[in-house]
């Protein structure tokens, strides 16, 4: 396969985390009273399109618990908006390793379009991704030298199949119908999408046994969109493939050269993450520094930190402290970063979950037919959280009273939202049941709490019981 450099090609790589906003849907929704993982993760890696129809491919990811019927899908609308009589949707159909790639079809020719990931577990939500921009190619009847009428028949159809990779390189996947002898092939590309000559490039390919080559592309501008259509000549007449467009993405971020990834130490709400550094022997316009979000994205991160040479931690590694700030029982993700003059990478990034919010009970002044108990968060640290004005997350603290002190399953009590005082330990509520319980048997008890009208978060801690008397 002949192949010459290309000036100013790449790929269309999209990326996104799903992050959720509300609407309908109607899919089967289910839960437990247990600590589940119910997450699911969608990301858009890459929207290849042409003058009818795009092929967006991505991977998905989904939690253990995440309930049966749950909809996962692409939706798609000429309009950013997605107004409700102007969108459709596709279903996601992925292979065993989470890979998926779903084409859509009829579209408008040089029209943008916007593609966004969907989940629905509830039977009555959508959690939306955040809208991808894609834009079909304008309807071609060829381009270049045509070479007009001529004697002879080319009856070789040429078809782009693929378009994947990044900024340092595209690969292109051109497949042809026939390899008749005499035929020559080429592909062609511009930034301009009627193939304007003052930025097109072009180079020659030859099919291998499978009547498929792959070019590989480099040295094209981040962010740019390109047009690109392959060809063959044959018998001095020349068959054009439909035209296809891509959109530079940069290469994926990985561990930099003078920053390691990051050691995240939690305390309570909240921690410290430290590095390896090499520091440079001039560091001006150096910066070193971590930073955490709630998604793999990075799009908001909720705490950004700078690494100083003069502050380190007990194993001699550079360490930034970060504030009060992070939810409880909740994953978080932190990345480390060097910023040179401007050029930013990023290390590897790591995950991490803070801690539940603890959870004390304790029993008091048994009787024959009440009890009366006291339910105790006794954590300081967390008591400072969910003291702040500011925190985010509705908590709510509850107990519940059985006589099956494994599953629950025979529960005879339970209050859902224990007011809680200020108390020597922290902060403490204390709740006197009715007169439900039967003399002389054992009952046990536990605590828990939710956040947002969520699932129970049970507390090791909290699980107790007692008798009762006469």
Same mark, same amino acid.
């Given at each position: ?48 399109? #042409? ?9 998905? &990811? ?24 102007? %969108?459709?949707?596709? @279903? ?16 408008? #020719? ?5 593609? %966004?990931?969907?989940?629905? &577990? ?9 809208? /991808? ?17 001529? $004697? ?9 199949? &693929? ?7 595209? *690969? +292109? ?14 592909? $062609? ?8 000559? /003052? ?5 020659? =390919? ?30 001095? @007449? !020349? ?25 995240v130490h939690q305390i309570g709400p909240r921690g410290r993450i430290s ?19 709630k998604t793999e994205s990075f799009e908001y991160p909720v705490y950004k ?9 007990? /194993?001699? %590694? ?11 029982? !909740? ?22 979950? !803070?801690?539940? *919010?603890?959870?004390?009970? @304790? ?21 400072? *959280? ?9 908590? &709510?603290?509850? *107990?519940? +009273? ?13 209050d859902t939202n224990i007011a809680l005082s200020n108390s020597l330990d ?21 605590? =828990? ?22």
């Open positions: 396969m002949n192949m010459k450099s290309i000036n100013k090609i790449a790929a269309l790589l999209m990326t996104a985390a799903a992050i959720f906003a509300v609407n309908s849907c109607d899919s089967n929704g289910s839960g437990t009273e247990d600590q589940k993982d119910e997450t699911v993760e969608i990301k858009i890696s890459s929207i290849t399109s #042409s003058e009818n129809s795009a092929s967006v491919s991505g991977t998905v &990811k989904v939690g253990k618990d995440v309930p049966a019927g749950t909809a996962i899908g692409i939706e798609y609308s000429a309009n950013e908006a997605f107004p409700i009589n102007d %969108r459709t949707k596709v @279903k996601i159909n992925a292979d065993s390793e989470g890979k998926f790639t779903e084409e859509i079809k009829n579209l408008n #020719s040089d029209t943008d379009y916007y593609a %966004r990931t969907y989940v629905c &577990k509830d039977g009555k939500t959508y959690d939306y991704g955040t809208p /991808q921009k894609f834009h079909t190619a304008k309807a071609t009847t060829g381009g270049g030298d045509e070479g007009g009428e001529h $004697q002879g028949e080319n009856n070789v159809v040429v078809t782009i199949d &693929k378009i994947e990779g990044y900024v340092s390189e595209i *690969l +292109i996947t051109v497949s042809v119908s026939e390899n008749p002898a005499g035929a020559k092939y080429g592909l $062609q590309i511009s930034s301009e999408s009627d193939f304007d000559a /003052q930025y097109t490039a072009e180079t020659l =390919f030859t099919p291998d046994a499978s009547l498929k080559t792959t070019l590989g592309v480099k040295n094209l501008t981040v962010g740019a969109t390109y047009y690109t259509k392959a060809y063959c000549t044959l018998n001095g @007449k !020349t068959n054009w493939s439909q035209a296809s467009s891509f959109t530079v993405q940069p290469d994926p971020v990985t561990s930099t050269v003078g920053i390691s990834q990051p050691y590095a390896d550094i090499t520091w440079p022997e001039n560091d001006a316009g150096y910066e070193f520094g971590a930073q955490i979000s930190g700078k690494y100083y040479m003069n502050t380190t931690d007990d /194993q001699s %590694r550079y360490s930034v402290s970060y504030p009060t700030l992070l939810s409880p029982s !909740t994953t978080y993700y932190a990345r480390n970063y060097m910023d040179n003059n401007g050029k930013v990478t990023y290390s590897d990034v790591v995950s991490f979950k !803070t801690e539940d *919010l603890p959870v004390l009970s @304790k029993k008091e002044n048994v009787s024959s037919k009440t009890v009366e108990i006291t339910v105790v968060l006794s954590d300081m640290e967390w008591v400072t *959280l969910v003291t702040k004005k500011d925190f985010a997350e509705e908590i &709510k603290y509850g *107990l519940e +009273i059985s006589t099956d002190g494994t599953n629950f399953t025979d529960k005879v009590y339970e922290g902060y403490a509520g204390r709740i006197t049941t009715p007169e439900v319980l039967t003399p002389n048997t054992k009952y046990y008890f536990r605590a =828990f709490y939710t956040m947002n009208g969520g699932a129970r978060i049970y507390q090791a801690t909290a699980a107790g019981n007692f008798t009762t008397t006469e």
